[in-house]
């Protein structure tokens, strides 16, 4: 699937142990990154800094869900069920 604009729902539901500019200790589960704009983009994105686990990240129905509501929370069930 397309990645849903305006969504971001991965940017803040995950947790993210690796560095990212700003949050040298990466960030927790539930809290959004600090370079997720109001308009739900990555403000780093296509920059070297930006973490891999990021560009890595592909949106999937799976996890994605219909809505970025129901991607917070199969995002957060994953979380729970992998930490
Ligand atoms: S660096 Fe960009 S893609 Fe990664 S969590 Fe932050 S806003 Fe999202």
């Known amino acids: 699937m397309q990645c ?3 969504c971001g729902a991965c940017c ?15 960030k927790p589960a539930g809290v959004a990154c600090n370079h997720l704009t ?6 780093i994105f296509g920059l070297p800094e930006r973490p891999q686990v990021c560009a890595a990240f592909m949106a999937d129905e799976q ?14 069930w994953w979380e729970q069920a992998t930490a």
């Open 4 to 6: 849903r604009e305006g």
């Open 12 to 26: 803040v539901a995950p947790s993210i142990s690796s560095p990212i500019p700003g949050m040298p200790n990466g």
């Open 38 to 43: 109001a308009e739900r983009r990555c403000a």
């Open 63 to 76: 996890v994605c869900g219909s809505s970025a509501e129901e991607a917070l929370r199969i995002l957060g």
